[in-house]
């Protein structure tokens, strides 16, 4: 059974069109199971119908007849979510005949329901004459299909509602895909796909106008396979057997052009782009192969997928992102925005970012935040590869985004549009004002940065510190570690243009979502792995490096702070301490005035949470990473879209966490900043002022509507917020006690302005 399952998953995930799909599901598990009758019934969301969309067994002229949610035993499978499974179903109290369908001679049934992300997809129904009951196995079995063929509906039936066919024949207007917020705000524009991995499925469709210069651009990447093959035959060629040997010459016949070669070359002609070309030809090939039992066969696939991949990486190197031209107002869209990514493109030209990986505490989200570009992620269901060119509606607030807008959906998100950027320029005049309350209490508000443009951006907000300096940004769009010399000029910029204001330097903290390209660091379990301070010790060539650079680029300024993230232990902090110390002493030993900076911790992890007072006995402040933070203390991956719901801030152990570290700091004098995402959330803000934070440091974005939300609130009433909050034990509480004591407070506009999509989403 296991091995049929198999060979239905891969069979199912060659296909692209869903009836094929649905049709192939039916047949296979129809002789696999060697039963009469497979059937699918898929819920129509207009409707709430399950309609019967293949079977094999049942009168194809039925195809198309439905049943209500109510109706019949596949309507009680679909209520309940649950299996029924029957030998007598004319008996069964739920059973209604569906006249033409000729069930009337099947009388054993089973039917198991098809659920995605608790959502009722439809159900899967197998059907025999003989009277009996299918057994525990088969149930069993059919439940482990429908699990694993849920999620490939949804693909097939995502990729179908847009795909040209169905768009020339009957579009369907606001096709929502949903994702998590990553950078609040609306874009509405035309999509450019943006693949940047050698993968052959992650490739995306693109109109071309110059066939011949696509024809060029596959050639000259074929050459150059061609001849990387021809090396390495000839660089083997003493160590290798004949047979082996003549290994090579197979992999260069396929690349001849009456094979492969000449197929792509064809659909070139046809008007396909040369990356869309290839893949499709190399992806029809290898799914061939893989069908096949034999193993020889078989292992045919790979080769050719590896031929795919030496040519998709050449024509790619043409092709990166960094070559492409956005046209003004464009949304990128890719399967994983990475922070270098960000870096490496010219993202001035864009109005929104799409990734179908990754999610809201990404960093690629929280630099999308800092960029202010509103951006989606996690839409792991959009099929992206078919989006070039196509115009979509951008909601950064709730993470949707809606292909083929309706007039009416355009209407309601440019008024949104257009009302966010009044409120936007309204701020502008809070930029010399103080974080002040109406009753008096003052709390300076910081920036964190990473990119260059942040430092000019931070400054127009009116920031009074940087508050967490990114480092590892600036390593992650080079192609090697930067010199010393280089890191100083970097560091310079940020602390000259804050001088005489604090500029806190985080140390390099890659690991996680944060690699380099040219220090790639596999692993299973990345959060829990070789992360931020546990690499830079391992690595003390690395860490000396940057502390020296941040400690010249100091001379001129003395405003620099360093911190040190992902600290565990307390040896971890005496470890850097002294490295830090020892950096100091050599460059004054050379002749270079530099002095020693306030040093600081993150506390990150939960077990910093609870050394928060030994921490602070060796260190001169202490800064809450609440980001990794929350991800620890829930068990949630911050970069998961599938549990992006259980992430939450508002969690009441998160928020007893912050409250419990301000209190522990404190009583070792030490003073306490929050740089992670929550204090760039207005409520968050007001809540950790309560606590007792000395410092807030955010996004530059999100400053003015931050200090707008303190300059609006009056401190007394916010303390009892934070009691009333603390005393509650579930989040959903927690958010409801928050809007409403907000709401009283008269800062409900200044929080949900984006009141006009929520109304028209209903
Ligand atoms: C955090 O974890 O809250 C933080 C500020 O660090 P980063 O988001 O860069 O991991
Ligand atoms: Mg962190």
């Known amino acids: 059974m296991l091995k049929l399952l198999r060979k239905i998953v891969t069979e199912v995930r060659a296909e692209s069109d869903l009836e094929a799909v649905l049709k192939l599901i039916v047949r296979r598990i129809q002789e696999g199971m060697e039963t009469q009758v497979c059937s699918i019934y898929l819920k129509d969301q207009t409707n709430q119908r399950l309609v019967l969309r293949a079977s094999e067994g049942l009168h194809q002229k039925s195809i198309g007849s439905s049943l209500s949610e109510c109706e019949g035993v596949v309507g009680l499978v679909a209520n309940r979510a649950e299996p029924v499974n029957t030998d007598d179903i004319e008996h069964h109290p739920s059973y209604c005949f569906i006249p033409g369908t000729g069930e009337e001679r099947y009388h054993s049934f089973l039917g198991v329901p098809i659920i995605y992300q608790r959502d009722v ?13 299918y057994k525990e196995i088969e149930e069993s079995f059919l439940i482990t299909v429908s699990a694993q063929l849920a999620g490939i509906i949804i693909q097939a039936e995502a990729s179908a509602a847009v795909s040209k066919t169905q768009l020339e024949k009957k579009p369907q207007l606001d096709r929502c895909f949903i994702g998590v917020s990553g950078s609040p705000g609306i874009a509405i524009g035309n999509v450019v796909v943006v693949s940047q991995s050698a993968e052959m499925d992650a490739v995306a469709e693109r109109e071309i106008t110059d066939t011949a210069a696509e024809v060029k651009l596959f050639e000259t990447a074929l ?54 070309a ?48 956005f046209a003004e107002g464009s949304i990128l869209v890719a399967e994983e925005l990475s922070p270098a990514m960000l870096g490496e493109i010219a993202t001035e030209q864009l ?50 985004l809606y292909l083929n807008p309706s007039q009416e959906l355009l209407d309601i998100y440019r008024a949104q549009l257009k009302a966010e950027l009044e409120q936007e320029a309204e701020l502008d005049c809070l930029k010399l004002l103080a974080a002040q309350t109406l009753d008096g209490v003052t709390i300076p508000l910081w920036v964190n940065t990473g990119l260059i443009a942040d430092v000019q951006r931070s400054l127009d907000k009116g920031a009074e510190g940087i508050g967490l300096y990114r480092t590892e940004i600036p390593f992650m769009i080079r192609n090697v570690f930067p010199s010393e010399q280089e890191q100083t ?60 650079a941040m400690l010249k680029a100091n001379v001129n300024f003395g405003n620099l702070r360093i911190m040190l993230p992902m600290v565990t232990s307390i040896n971890e902090v005496t470890e850097s301490v002294a490295l830090i110390d020892r950096a100091v002493m050599e460059l004054c030993e050379e002749g270079i005035a530099v002095i020693r900076p306030p040093i600081g911790v993150m506390i990150e992890v939960p077990a910093a949470l609870y050394l928060t007072r030994v921490f602070a006995r060796q260190v001169d402040f202490i800064s809450v990473g609440s980001n990794d933070l929350t991800q620890y203390l829930l068990a949630v991956d911050r970069n998961n879209p599938r549990v992006a719901s259980l992430y939450s801030n508002y969690h009441p152990a998160v928020l007893q966490a912050l409250k419990y570290i301000v209190k522990e700091a404190h009583k070792e004098q030490v003073k306490v900043s929050i740089c992670g995402e929550i204090a760039a959330d207005p409520a968050g803000a007001l809540l950790l002022m309560a606590m007792g934070y000395d410092y807030l440091s955010m996004n530059a974005n999100n400053l003015p509507k931050i200090k707008a939300s303190i300059r ?9 917020m934070l009691r009333r909050v603390l005393r509650l034990s579930d989040s959903g509480q927690i958010k409801k006690e928050i809007d409403r004591s907000l709401a009283a407070m008269g800062l409900a506009k200044l929080i949900n302005s984006n009141t006009a999509a929520n109304d028209c989403r209903g």
């Open 489 to 548: 000029q970097i560091y310079t910029k940020q602390l000259e243009a804050f001088a005489p204001k604090p500029v806190t330097m985080r140390t390099l903290d890659i690991g996680g979502d944060k690699s380099l390209s040219y220090f790639p660091i596999e692993e299973e379990n990345p959060f829990l792995g070789w992360r931020g301070i546990r690499v830079t010790l391992d690595h003390p060539e690395i860490f000396l490096v940057q502390i020296r």
């Open 712 to 720: 609006s609130s009056d401190f007394s009433q916010v303390s009892e």
């Open 223 to 276: 050459e150059h396979v061609r001849s990387d093959v021809r090396a390495a035959s000839a660089r083997l060629a003493e160590k290798l057997g004949e047979q082996e040997q003549a290994l090579f010459d197979v992999y260069l016949r396929m690349l001849e052009d009456n094979s492969l070669a000449g197929e792509i070359v064809k659909r070139i002609q046809a008007g396909s782009c040369a990356q869309w």
């Open 278 to 325: 290839l893949s499709s030809v190399i992806l029809e090939h290898t799914r061939q192969f893989d069908r096949m039992d034999d193993p020889y066969l078989k292992e045919r696939a790979s080769d050719i997928r590896d031929l795919g991949r030496r040519i998709l990486t050449y024509l790619q190197e043409d092709e990166g992102p960094q070559s492409i031209e």
């Open 121 to 133: 997809l439809g159900v899967l129904v197998i059907q025999q004459h003989d009277g009996r009951r």
């Open 351 to 400: 109005s929104g970012l799409v990734s179908v990986k990754g999610s809201g505490n990404s960093h690629a989200a929280i630099l999308a935040r800092s960029m202010g570009i509103p951006t989606v992620m996690g839409a792991i269901d959009l099929p992206y590869k078919k989006l070039n060119g196509r115009m979509v509606v951008l909601d950064g607030h709730s993470g949707r």
